[in-house]
C-alpha cells in the first residue's frame, strides 16, 4: 500500500476557513452591488428623494428669505410651492425614474422626507430672518443691487 502522508489538520483547517471567507466576501459585494428586489429599488428611491427633500427645504429658506427678502404668506406660499411642486420636477426631469401605471402613486413622490423638508425650512427661514433684523435698512440682496 505505501507510506501514507502525513496531513496538518490545523492547516488544512485554515486553508478551508480561508477560502470559505473569501466566497462569503465575494458574495456579499455582489448582493451589495445590485437591488435585486422591488421593495429595494423603491427604498432606493425613497432614500434620494429624502435627502434632496432636506436640501431643497434648507436651500430653498435661505433663497426665500436671504434673496429675494420673502416673510409672512409670501414665505408661506414660496414654501408650499417647493414642497409640492419640486418633488415631481426631480422624479420626473432629473432622475427620469420610471413608475408603473399601475402601481404609480403620486403619495410615492410626495411623502418622502416632508418632515424634515418642514423642519429645516423652518429652522433656516428663522435663523436667517433673525439675524436679517439685526443689520438695519436690509430686507433682500436683490434690493442692494436694484
Known amino acids: 500500500m505505501g507510506k501514507r502522508k502525513k496531513v496538518d489538520i490545523k492547516k488544512r483547517r485554515h486553508k478551508l476557513l480561508r477560502n470559505k471567507k473569501k466566497e462569503l466576501q465575494k458574495k456579499t459585494i455582489q448582493t451589495e452591488k445590485k437591488p435585486l428586489t422591488i421593495l429595494d429599488l423603491r427604498l432606493e428611491k425613497e432614500t434620494k428623494l429624502y435627502w434632496i427633500r432636506a436640501l431643497t427645504g434648507a436651500l430653498s429658506a435661505i433663497i426665500g428669505r436671504l434673496l429675494f427678502g420673502l416673510i409672512g404668506w409670501f414665505m408661506f406660499l414660496w414654501m408650499l410651492i417647493w414642497w409640492f411642486l419640486f418633488p415631481f420636477v426631480v422624479s420626473f426631469i432629473i ?21 424634515m423638508f418642514f423642519f429645516l425650512f423652518m429652522i433656516f427661514g428663522v435663523f436667517f430672518h433673525t439675524i436679517l433684523n439685526f443689520i438695519p435698512k436690509f430686507s433682500s440682496v436683490l434690493e442692494l443691487f436694484l
Open 95 to 115: 432622475y427620469n425614474y420610471e413608475y408603473d401605471k399601475e402601481e404609480w402613486n403620486w403619495k410615492n413622490i410626495i411623502l418622502p422626507g416632508i418632515g
